[in-house]
Structures are given as structure tokens and as C-alpha cells.
């Protein structure tokens, strides 16, 4: 038997599982699915033209040639109508960026899958790679699951593990992820429709929350330690960035690095003081120096520390001193 399957999702995340779905699906090596349907995002304003930019997955499912649909809302009539038409066996949900509704989760006679970014229970939630890299956890992973009603709350199919490496960003842990999650998902499907996987229930011990992350979460707080800084810098990098005010307008932070004082010695660096280590730009913080590898003022294109210190103003120079200190 071919199983239906219609895919929803949305970002670049989605499209690793998407083209595993369709590249296996009906084939008559494994012909126990076939991809009817794809469910994503309407196309939104991007850029500072503010001219329509289309979802990742569009993109990719217009380039397999999949039926598509971009409703603004599931619960549209027009959308709920073709989700019917479909007749989907199973629905595999991947970033999709709409929470589903009940009417959308028993639809299919096997329910909605979802392969979510995070070890489950922790980092339920919209942004759960950013929260790991954030809170400094030593791995991550991917976990399939069915959904249910909650927020990631759904039963677990399988998961798999991937350690964070320290010089991940959230941009380079979600690349990996997303390769990890088409794997799995074409492991776990197969093995789920044949009633060879029964979901377990999540533990409710170990439960933590990612949520959704808005442009001001990227503002630094110099009162900080320097090494939370960087774990920031690297959480909030594509998006939505760290900066901090610098003349007047938001300076962003690509890449840094902690300077932090020898062991049994505090900081003698003021938070938000400005200075210059190992010819870059550097700010003092409540524990270390922030050093800035990578920035990108204001209108400018992305440009090392050291050649944004060749042009910055009121920048101090060099401390002959700094070395010692730190």
C-alpha cells in the first residue's frame, strides 16, 4: 500500500525533509508513500524593497513539480477543503509556522508527524536551536514525533543527537539539523505506517521552553559575563542578530570572542567600555572582554574588526597596559 502524504513547512529547515519525502516516495524500491500535497506559507514582503519573497519550500516543491497550496490560514475554507481533497494518510509537519488546529491533527488516519529541532522535552518551542546554543548545551538533535494539541507536547516516535560544536551558530547547527531530520524522518516513516513504532509519551521531568524570538532579543547586555555574550552572538546569528548602539545607530555583531581574566582575578574592564585588543575592537562587560571579530555598521557590508577600527572614530586606541590586565 502507498501511503498518502501531504508535507507542511516553510524555511530552508523544511526542505532537506521535503525532497527525501519526494525523492523516496513512490519509487518502486520503497513505494510506501507518495507526496500528494505541500502546505506552506504565503509569500511575505523581504528586503528593503519590501518585494514578495516566497517561502524556501515553495520554491523547492515547485521545483519537484508538487501541488501547492499557501493558505494565510489553515483554518480557511478554501484551505481546510483541500487538505480534504487530499486525502492524506499521514501529514508531516516540518517548521510549518502555523499551529494546527484539531480539525487538522485527526484529518489523517495516521495524524500529523512533526520533526522537531531539539532532544524533547527540552526546547519545546519556536526557536529551539537558538535556545540550546543560548543556554550552552553540549548537544542537540531531532526528534520525530506525533503532535497533539500542546505546544511539542506530542508522543515521541524517535530522536537522535547531535553534539554543538563551539563554534556553531545557530545558522550552521540548523543546516546540520535539518539534514539529520530528513534522515531520520525516512527511517522513522516506513517503520511508523507499518505499526512497527508506537509513540511513548514525553516525560514531563527535563521540560523546557524556546519561544519565539523578536529583533530586540538581539540587544547586548554589557552587564553580562563575555562568554554569555558570544554564546548570543552565535545563538542570534542569521537571525535576528546581536548589536549594540554605537554613535547613535545599532552596530551588529557577526562574530566574537571572550577574553576572560585570569582565575582568581576580576574584570578591571568598566561594562560597555570601549578599547582595542590585539588590534580589535573590544568592550568591557561584567566579567572579560568582548572581542569583536566580525561586524557590520550601519548601511556598510559585513567587515572585520580590524578593518572597522581603521575607519571608527572615537574608538580608543590601544592600551599598553591591556595585556597584562587580561
Known amino acids: 500500500m502507498i501511503h498518502r502524504v501531504v508535507f507542511m513547512g516553510s524555511p530552508d529547515f523544511s526542505v532537506p525533509s521535503l525532497r527525501a519525502l519526494a525523492a523516496r516516495g513512490g519509487s518502486q524500491t520503497h513505494p510506501y508513500h507518495e507526496v500528494v500535497g505541500v502546505v506552506t506559507q504565503p509569500d511575505r514582503p523581504a ?26 490560514k489553515l483554518r480557511q475554507h478554501e484551505a481546510m477543503d ?11 509537519v516540518v517548521a510549518f509556522g502555523q499551529i494546527l488546529r484539531p480539525d487538522v491533527l485527526s484529518l489523517p488516519p495516521f495524524g500529523c508527524i512533526n520533526v522537531h529541532g531539539s532532544l524533547l522535552p527540552r526546547w519545546r518551542g519556536a526557536a529551539p536551536v537558538q535556545a540550546a546554543i543560548l543556554a550552552g548545551d553540549k548537544e542537540t538533535g531531532v526528534t520525530i514525533m ?8 506530542g508522543p515521541v516516535l524517535t530522536r537522535r543527537a547531535l553534539p554543538i560544536q563551539p563554534e556553531d551558530t545557530a545558522g550552521t547547527l540548523l543546516e546540520r539539523l535539518s539534514t539529520l531530520g530528513a534522515d531520520l524522518l525516512l527511517e522513522t516513516l516506513p517503520s511508523y505506517l507499518a505499526g512497527e513504532i508506537q509513540p511513548q509519551p514525553q516525560p514531563d521531568e527535563g521540560a523546557t521552553y524556546a519561544p519565539l524570538l523578536k529583533k530586540a532579543d538581539g540587544l547586548l547586555d554589557f552587564t553580562r559575563p563575555a562568554r554569555e555574550l558570544v554564546r548570543r552572538v552565535h545563538a542570534f546569528n542569521p537571525w535576528p542578530g546581536t548589536f549594540f548602539e554605537w554613535q547613535g545607530s545599532p ?19 568598566e561594562p560597555g567600555q570601549r578599547l582595542v585588543y590585539e588590534k580589535l575592537p573590544a568592550i568591557g562587560t561584567t566579567d572579560g572582554l568582548l572581542v569583536l571579530d566580525e561586524v557590520q555598521p550601519p548601511g556598510k557590508k559585513p567587515m572585520s ?17 591591556l595585556n597584562e590586565d587580561y
Not at 552596530?251 to 574592564?269: M, Q, Y
Request: proline share 11%.
Open 305 to 321: 574588526g580590524r578593518d572597522f577600527l581603521a575607519g571608527a572614530r572615537n574608538w580608543p586606541a590601544p592600551s599598553r597596559r
Open 47 to 72: 528586503g528593503r524593497g519590501g518585494k514578495l519573497a516566497s517561502p524556501a519550500v515553495k520554491r523547492a516543491a515547485l521545483d519537484l513539480g508538487l501541488a501547492l497550496i499557501q493558505p494565510e
Open 251 to 269: 552596530l551588529k555583531v557577526l562574530a566574537a570572542h571572550a577574553v576572560e581574566p585570569p582565575p582568581g582575578h576580576s574584570s578591571k574592564r
Open 146 to 153: 506525533k503532535m497533539d494539541p500542546g505546544i511539542d507536547t
Open 82 to 92: 483541500q487538505l480534504r481533497a487530499w486525502t492524506p494518510d499521514v501529514i508531516v
